[in-house]
């Protein structure tokens, strides 16, 4: 069964740091683009970093830019964000998401060709 499952979530405080994970099962994350995506209440979904082989590098948001970094494992078929420095406009449900590809659009992370997506864990930035 092709899966991703986030993980990590929880309520930081403004200036904390947190570090999230998407773990893959049913295929490999080496093939694909995988990038994080979030949503927060009543907004739309914004990609906000994402990696592929192709690429060569990670490619980050201009909101998150600075602040968040991501990386891989591929022995453990895992993916990390780790979030730095966070805001209270950081609030949301965090997806990972497998792609085609991955591109910066504007001042966004864009997924092409969307392959599976996760179900989501949540960030609170709040004191």
């Known amino acids: 069964e092709v899966q991703l499952v986030e993980s990590g979530g929880g309520l930081v405080q403004p200036g904390g740091s947190l570090t999230l994970s998407c773990a893959a099962s049913?295929?490999?994350?080496?093939?694909?683009?995988i990038g994080w995506f979030r949503q927060a209440p009543g907004k739309e979904r914004e990609g906000v970093s994402c990696?592929?082989?192709?690429?060569?590098?990670?490619l980050y948001g201009d909101s998150v830019r600075g602040r968040f970094s991501m990386s891989g494992n591929n022995a453990k078929n895992t993916v990390y964000l780790k979030m730095n420095v966070v805001k209270p406009e950081d609030t949301a449900v965090y997806f990972c998401g497998a792609a085609s590809r991955c591109a910066k659009v504007g001042d966004q992370i864009m997924g092409y060709g969307m392959y599976h997506w996760g179900k989501g864990t949540p960030v609170t930035v709040s004191s």
């Open positions: 049913g295929f490999s994350l080496g093939d694909y683009a």
């Open positions: 990696i592929s082989s192709s690429a060569g590098k990670a």
